[in-house]
């Protein structure tokens, strides 16, 4: 019996995703936002900072969202994927955000389970 639990445990670990960390700078599909994302909290939780706004989104209403958080101490609830709230533009949803390859990330925000919305970031090399 425990040799089947065992057996069990390392096929789960060897399927997992291995993607590397998503620390780093992260840039948003329209190309007119860029994140620091970090890990935060315990070292599992994640954290991303706007630090750049350009390309017509550096406009006097979105200038106050520059250096806050657009993930504050999301939960990790897999390998490469975290759950909390993100803050875009004054807005906050129930977000889920994926690591979907060593280069992208999947944001998805719902507003009362009903109002979903996806975003994809891009790791950002200068």
């Known amino acids: 019996m425990m040799r089947a639990i065992l057996a069990s445990l390392f096929a789960l670990m060897a399927v997992a995703p291995t993607l590397a960390s998503p620390v780093g700078v992260w840039e948003i599909e329209m190309r007119d936002s860029r994140y620091d994302v970090t890990l935060c909290g315990d070292g599992t939780q994640l954290c991303a900072e706007l630090i750049w706004l350009g390309n017509g989104a ?3 209403e979105n ?6 958080m657009l993930i504050d101490h999301a939960v990790q609830t897999g390998p490469v994927e975290w759950k909390g709230e993100l803050h875009i533009y004054g807005q906050s949803a129930a977000g889920t955000i994926t690591q979907v390859s ?14 979903c919305k996806s975003y994809q970031m891009y790791r950002y090399g200068e």
Not at 63 to 68: D, I, Q
Not at 102 to 115: F, H, M, N, S, Y
């Open 102 to 115: 060593e280069d992208q990330i999947t944001l998805r925000g719902c507003v009362a389970l009903v109002i």
């Open 58 to 60: 550096d406009s006097a």
């Open 63 to 68: 200038l106050p969202y520059l250096n806050t």
